[in-house]
């Protein structure tokens, strides 16, 4: 069974620095592409970014609204993936959902979400 | 960037009574990359339907999709108890990678 359970959510100060952490058991992570979706009472669901597989250069991409401020990373020895959230806002405020990609374009399986606060 | 639009925002329907869900967005979805997400209060977001109208495994076949281009259509032929949720239509865009979600129809008991 497909299982993802992220952590590492907290309240933080705008412009703070948050890490997010993902760890994955259920299927073979190192062969597949992981992304970051968040979830809004304002925005609703918005796509957060992802990374490719080793195998693909391990390369990201991002949305526009965190491109230059979040960065993803992976461990696949120990089933891992990580976001890393600097310059905070206060519409980065949501719950952050890790999810494994499916067939490219969409998202097959989610973890529970970790809750992300920006306040002063 | 496409933007999506979903109508209504509101359903209410009965049990036994048939659904359908609107999804428009702002310019053509290339590949018909478009899927469908079920949402339950407190639950992470499920994946029905991609490719505008197939099935993931296990999803019952009372769910279906149907739509090109610009105008997408999720249709839930006989609703059960258990349907009763917020679902989600998501595209995707190759060129650069881009994916955006529509802002959600909740379908609740009437």
């Known amino acids: 069974e497909v299982q993802l359970i992220e952590s590492g959510g907290d309240l933080v100060k705008p412009g703070g620095s948050l890490r997010l952490s993902c760890i994955a058991s259920?299927?073979?992570?190192?062969?597949?592409?992981m992304n970051w979706v968040r979830q809004s009472p304002g925005k609703g669901l918005e796509w957060v970014g992802r990374?490719?597989?080793?195998?693909?250069?391990?390369?990201?991409d991002y949305a526009a609204a965190v491109k230059g401020r979040f960065t993803m990373s992976r461990d696949d020895s120990k089933n891992m993936m990580y976001l890393q959230m600097d310059s905070l806002k206060v519409e980065d405020t949501a719950l952050y959902y890790c999810?494994?990609?499916?067939?490219?374009?969409?998202?097959?399986?989610w973890g529970q979400g970790a809750l992300v606060t920006v306040s002063s | 960037e496409i933007v999506l639009t979903q109508s209504p925002g509101t359903l209410s329907l009965s049990p036994g009574e048939r659904a359908t869900l609107s999804c428009r967005a702002s310019?053509?979805?290339?590949?018909?990359?478009l899927a469908w997400y079920q949402q339950k209060p407190g639950q992470a977001p499920r994946l029905l339907i991609y490719?505008?109208?197939t099935r993931l495994t296990g999803i019952p076949d009372r769910f279906s999709g149907s739509g090109s281009g610009t105008d997408f259509t999720l249709t839930i032929s006989r609703l059960e108890p258990e349907d009763f949720a917020v679902y989600y239509c998501?595209?995707?865009?190759?060129?650069?990678?881009?994916?955006?979600f529509g802002p959600g129809t909740k379908v609740d008991i009437k």
């Open positions: 310019q053509s979805v290339s590949g018909r990359y």
């Open positions: 259920g299927f073979s992570f190192s062969n597949v592409w």
């Open positions: 999810a494994t990609d499916f067939s490219t374009a969409y998202f097959g399986s």
């Open positions: 990374i490719k597989t080793r195998h693909d250069g391990a390369t990201t």
């Open positions: 490719g505008a109208s």
């Open positions: 998501q595209q995707y865009d190759a060129s650069p990678p881009s994916i955006a």
